[in-house]
């Protein structure tokens, strides 16, 4: 299993721009979720999903939308990127939102000039 | 809003001395878990007590739950060189009685084991 996969490892981009941050996992899981944590600070939940076509906000939601078609996938996209989203974005999977543990990927590093 | 508070921030101690970290909340849980990030890496899951548990064991990993005082606390034993990371405690609260996933992260407490 290779478990939460998350592309891309590093991004760059300008103020205004929008993309999309993949996320992934093989494990079947029922949830999935979005996190940004930000230099000293522990991990901030943006949006979370409990099942495919399931989706609810988090902690800090605005300029992120969310998806989720398929078990597998769960993109968070940014809609119009600004220099507060520079971050480091973690994707969690769990078996279930009852109080499972989580599965974390290893991150996207995104830097927004 | 960050539910957990840990505490000490940093932590620095010799190979083989024991490590105790805490963590305060504010809200009733479900569970409470720990969590191990290595620098620049994910987040590892470590332990998960539920809220009717008092202690849990896991190898060299100690954690107690206080539900009374909203406290938990992390001990790693005869502590190795490779413990050096930040950890952190997680709250998952008790919306009405369900779960729904949803971890409050502390700001964690960096570890570092001077071998």
């Known amino acids: 299993n290779a478990g939460v996969t998350q592309t891309p490892k590093f991004q760059v981009l300008k103020t205004g721009q929008s993309m999309t941050l993949q996320c992934a996992q093989d494990?079947?899981?029922?949830?999935m979720s979005w996190y940004r944590q930000d230099p000293g600070m522990g991990l901030r939940l943006i949006h979370y999903s409990v099942g495919a076509g399931i989706t609810d906000q988090g902690e800090v939601p605005n300029g992120y939308n969310v998806s989720r078609s398929t078990t597998e996938d769960f993109p968070l996209r940014l809609l119009s990127a600004a220099p507060s989203q520079t971050s480091v974005y973690f994707c969690?999977?769990?078996?279930?939102?009852?109080?499972?543990?989580?599965?974390f990927g290893p991150g996207t590093r995104l830097t927004v000039l | 809003s960050q539910q957990g508070e840990e505490d000490p921030q940093a932590l620095s101690i010799q190979e083989g001395e024991n490590a105790t970290m805490n963590c305060s909340y504010k809200t009733s849980i479900n569970n409470l878990q720990w969590y191990r990030q290595n620098s620049g890496r994910g987040l590892v899951h470590l332990i998960l007590?539920?809220?009717?548990?008092r202690e849990k064991h896991s190898g060299r990993l100690r954690v107690t739950l206080d539900t009374s005082k909203k406290s938990s606390s992390l001990l790693i034993t005869a502590s190795r060189a490779a413990d050096t990371a930040s950890y952190f405690c997680a709250t998952d609260a008790n919306a009405g009685g369900t779960s729904y996933g949803k971890l409050t992260f502390g700001q964690g407490t960096i570890l570092t084991v001077h071998p």
């Open positions: 494990m079947n899981h029922e949830y």
């Open positions: 007590i539920r809220s009717n548990e």
């Open positions: 969690a999977s769990s078996y279930s939102y009852r109080g499972y543990e989580q599965f």
